[in-house]
């Protein structure tokens, strides 16, 4: 119950907002004639929606840590990210890091927030905005990271989707920056919560507390450059 309600409210929101900004009130429904890619050929041929295959691969690697079918030694080797993987030549790591949770709440806070906004993004514009997104934010977390590291000298290996889902966030919320989004079961404006993930990341950048402050910056900083690239092409 809770979970449609939640779900209406994000899809009216969005539409009030799309009404606002355009004249044409189906907009929503609106599919413009392009040229597509690869890429969107590829999506389009998925049989469920790809925020699930995303959440599916997290569950796959969070299950290999947690069960002897995969060596640890093969999982840290290919799904952390830390000075060693990378100083070894493991360049990968700095995607499939984000697709590895070793600990159940830090997976389950990663996949909840991927479930709401990813397929929230993933049905308001596309599944490649999704990909992109995930990706982007992938990427430009794991590169402060591996500053950090640097800067800290520290060698402890990080993993999760953080980064990726933070990066999602970010442009929901400027996308759509006065409608309400829960935090601590209280409705708040979704720029305020922005504006406290990125103090948040600040504080924490150095990695104390066990929480990658750097990761979650690098989601919020690739997920407004990937909005501000298409305000602009």
Do not use: C
Request: glycine share 8%; aromatic share 18%.
């Amino acid at each position: 119950m809770f979970r449609n309600a939640f779900n209406k409210v994000l899809v009216n929101s969005a539409r009030k907002t799309f009404e606002t900004k355009t004249p044409y009130s189906n907009l929503l429904t609106y599919t413009p004639r392009q040229h597509f890619s690869g890429v969107d050929r590829y999506l389009n041929r998925l049989q469920r929606p790809l925020y699930q295959y995303l959440i599916g691969a997290n569950l796959v690697i969070y299950l290999a840590w947690n069960t002897n079918l995969v060596s640890k030694q093969f999982l840290y080797n290919n799904f952390t990210l830390s000075l060693d993987t990378i100083n070894r030549g493991r360049f990968h790591t700095f995607f499939t890091y984000s697709f590895s949770h070793i600990n159940f709440m830090h997976m389950f806070f990663n996949m909840f927030t991927l479930y709401f906004f990813g397929r929230f993004t993933e049905m308001i514009f596309s599944k490649k905005t999704l990909l992109h997104l995930y990706l982007v934010g992938a990427l430009s977390s794991a590169f402060l990271i591996h500053a950090s590291n640097r800067q800290y000298n520290n060698h402890f290996p990080t993993v999760g989707a953080s980064g990726a889902t933070s990066a999602i966030l970010a442009y929901y919320i400027l996308n759509f920056p006065t409608q309400p989004i829960l935090l601590f079961f209280f409705p708040v404006p979704a720029w305020m919560v922005g504006a406290l993930l990125f103090v948040q990341s600040l504080m924490m950048y150095d990695g104390r507390g066990g929480i990658s402050g750097s990761g979650h910056l690098g989601g919020l900083i690739g997920g407004v450059a990937y909005f501000l690239l298409k305000k602009k092409f």
